[in-house]
């Protein structure tokens, strides 16, 4: 199931990569909408990274807890290995294609740098947007917290 799990994220991330690499070519106008239109794919593959995390860590712990493991140091160290795996294939996996197969620090340091502002704007809006939401829905007397 870790495999397949693998498999999932090797598909996402060839897919958000080449939808990075269709971007780049359609919008290269000088303008700030083709900028911002440029940054989607990366939006898109924060997106699903953190969706996928979110996913697969219960979908881990049932796995391991199956796995019946004789004490509770063998369970904790084989889910530990399991997460760890899938969290490096999940979030570096990009990185480690640009930077040894394609070897073009120059893209890889451009694509950092818009992963780093697109999970600092993901997480700025997951941590303020709910509650500037009841705070607004609340300002428009539509429930009562």
Do not use: K
Request: net charge positive; with cysteine; aromatic share 12%.
């Amino acid at each position: 199931m870790t495999l397949c799990c693998l498999v999932v994220v090797g598909a996402d991330m060839w897919l958000w990569l080449h939808a990075y690499y269709a971007a780049a070519a359609r919008w290269t106008g000088g303008t700030a909408m083709h900028a911002v239109l440029q940054q989607l794919p990366t939006v898109g593959y924060c997106a699903s990274v953190s969706a996928l995390s979110a996913i697969y860590r219960p979908l881990a712990a049932a796995l391991t807890e199956r796995e019946n493991y004789r004490t509770a140091e063998a369970h904790r160290n084989a889910l530990v290995a399991r997460r760890v795996l899938f969290e490096l294939c999940n979030n570096y996996s990009t990185l480690f294609y640009l930077a040894f197969y394609n070897r073009d620090g120059d893209e890889l340091r451009a694509y950092l740098l818009q992963l780093l502002v697109a999970f600092q704007v993901l997480f700025q809006l997951l941590e303020v947007g709910p509650a500037s939401a009841a705070r607004a829905l609340r300002g428009l007397s539509l429930i009562h917290i």
